[in-house]
Nanobody, 122 residues
Framework: QVQLVESGGGLVQAGGSLRLSCAASGLTFSRYAMGWFRQAPGKEREFVAAISWSGGSTYYADSVKGRFTISRDNAKNTVYLQMNSLKPEDTAVYYC???????????????WGQGTQVTVSS
């Protein structure tokens, strides 16, 4: 049974930073490209960032490029999202999931966890 457990969210002022973690179990983590997605109240879930299985390639939504950094530790079955220069519009529930190798913004499997809330105050 695949489990993805997100953590690290919280309340932060605009301009601040947070580091999210996603711990995976029940799958051969190092074989999968991984991504972060977010969903704000009243909006659809959107792609944020993705990383290839090896960590050699990363992809970002234009809205977070230059502010967020995705990374992974295959030995720990964990993917991270370092978020700097946070803005109120980054407020959302953040989720991780497996993504397609050929289309990193596209979810591969229906493995959604509970997510972690990020709230950025102005």
């Amino acid at each position: 049974q695949v489990q993805l457990v997100e953590s690290g969210g919280g309340l932060v002022q605009a301009g601040g930073s947070l580091r999210l973690s996603c711990a995976a179990s029940g799958l051969t983590f190092s074989r999968y490209a991984m991504g972060w997605f977010r969903q704000a109240p009243g909006k659809e879930r959107e792609f944020v960032a993705a990383i290839s299985w090896s960590g050699g390639s990363t992809y970002y939504a234009d809205s977070v490029k230059g502010r967020f950094t995705i990374s992974r530790d295959n030995a720990k079955n964990t993917v991270y999202l370092q978020m700097n220069s946070l803005k109120p519009e980054d407020t959302a529930v953040y989720y991780c999931n497996t993504v397609m190798d050929y289309d990193p913004a596209r979810v591969r499997d229906d493995y959604w966890g509970q997510g972690t809330q990020v709230t950025v105050s102005s």
